[in-house]
């Protein structure tokens, strides 16, 4: 802020014009009339996704070649909306050039790269950041929260993280998806890496994860390479034990809950019913709060059937803490290191299952070999 007590505007690029880059856009351009930033243009490999999300948003420029709009004085930031490969990528050139990045889930499917890229960003003193937005959901916060301030005990004992959601054949329309060249997985990297992160936020006073034993496989997806579901036992350094299971067989109506209990006996929930609604807390047994709590979820669960739909409110307050953070010279709330860490719990389950044995942390680089490499 400045002594007007307005924002510094952020000149931001949109690097890539597909899917998810409609969400960004509908959120920075709100953030845009709010004074905080300007969405000076937009970049896709293929021009007439480029020229048509500019079109949409009234975008001033678009490129065939995100370098072209990385290089343009009055972009200081983008937001990286393309297939995994090219997020590292596009974070190194905008580093290179001293701009900020902050690029969607997953971050990329490679320790090395995922190093290579907060090295990379830390050395130009730009800010990184990756997408998981349901961090942003105020159950979400309320809940590491209650975890922050003891109200579970002193420490975490047990947590479970259950995802079930559904991807039909249509969904796998692009020749990326599923498939192990284009994102190295399907399940675990593109849906269950929203539940893995927001399990491994909450359960990160913990201490390290220490071990994962895991089973992936592909059991109802025949035109995909990868797996569909997975299931993994976890034990964090202060001795708290965890659990996984995730499908995308499932029925469209179930959702997804992440539940984490404390020594005192304890246990708070985010959970996401059905998939795209707000998370709520539809599990609190903090003695003397359960009622207070189980009115605010009641009014959430309205507020997220009005608000959820219509506007990814949850990208718009992602993207708000990226430019404040930015505007601050501080961290965003979701760091190259914390994206990091989904992406090595997925790892270690692939070797866990190759290996059939238990798979010990933290891995420094990734080593598990797909199908289609060997
Ligand atoms: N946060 C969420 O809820 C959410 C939801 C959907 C997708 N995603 C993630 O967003 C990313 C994109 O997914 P999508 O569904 O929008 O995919 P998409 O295929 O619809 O869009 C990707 C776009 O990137 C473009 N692209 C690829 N390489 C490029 C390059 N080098 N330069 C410029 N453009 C390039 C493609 O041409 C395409 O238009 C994935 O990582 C996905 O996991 C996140």
């Known amino acids: 802020m400045n002594g007007a007590g307005t924002k510094r505007r952020i000149g931001i690029g949109i690097v890539g014009c597909g899917g998810i880059a409609q969400s960004h856009a509908a959120a920075l351009k709100r953030l845009e009339q709010a004074g905080e930033c300007t969405v000076v243009g937009c970049a896709d490999l293929v021009e007439e996704k480029a020229k048509g999300l500019a079109e949409k948003f009234e975008l001033p420029s678009w490129y065939a070649d995100a370098r072209r709009l990385i290089d343009r004085p009055d972009v200081e930031a983008i937001t990286v909306c393309t297939n995994p490969p090219f997020h590292v990528p596009a974070t190194l050139m905008a580093a290179e050039r001293g701009k900020h990045t902050i690029v969607e889930k997953p971050m990329t499917m490679d320790l090395a790269e995922a190093d290579r890229a907060i090295e990379a960003t830390r050395k130009a003193n730009v800010r990184f950041g990756v997408i998981f937005m349901r961090r942003f959901w105020p159950g979400a916060q309320r809940a590491r929260k209650a975890i922050d301030d003891g109200k579970l005990g ?51 006073p913990a201490g390290q994860l220490e071990t994962v034993y895991g089973k992936w496989a592909n059991l109802t997806h025949p035109y995909i390479e990868a797996e569909d579901n997975a299931v993994a036992a976890l034990r964090w350094a202060n001795g708290a034990l965890g659990v996984l299971s995730v499908s995308i067989s499932t ?16 246990t708070v929930s985010v959970t996401e019913h059905p998939e795209g609604r707000f998370g709520l807390n539809d599990v609190w047994t903090i003695p003397g709060e359960e009622e207070e709590m189980g009115r605010l979820y009641e009014r959430e669960l309205q507020e997220g059937r009005e608000h959820f739909k219509p506007f990814p409110i949850a990208h718009f307050w992602q993207l708000q803490d990226f430019l404040a953070a930015i505007r601050e010279g501080r961290d965003p ?7 990091r860490r989904s992406i090595e719990l997925i790892e270690a389950i692939r070797l866990s299952t190759e290996s059939g044995a238990e798979v010990k942390l933290p891995l420094r680089t990734s080593t598990w070999v797909p199908p289609t490499r060997r």
């Open 251 to 266: 029925d469209p109506q179930l959702g997804a809950r992440i539940t984490v209990t404390g020594d005192k006996g304890a």
């Open 333 to 339: 709330l979701v760091t190259g290191e914390e994206g």
């Open 154 to 204: 002193d420490r975490l004992i047990l947590g479970d993280c259950i995802l079930k959601w559904t991807r039909r054949q249509a969904y796998y329309r692009d020749p990326w998806r599923g498939t192990w060249a284009g994102e190295n997985g399907a399940a675990l990297v593109n849906q269950a890496v929203h539940a893995l992160d927001m399990f491994l936020w909450l359960m990160a």
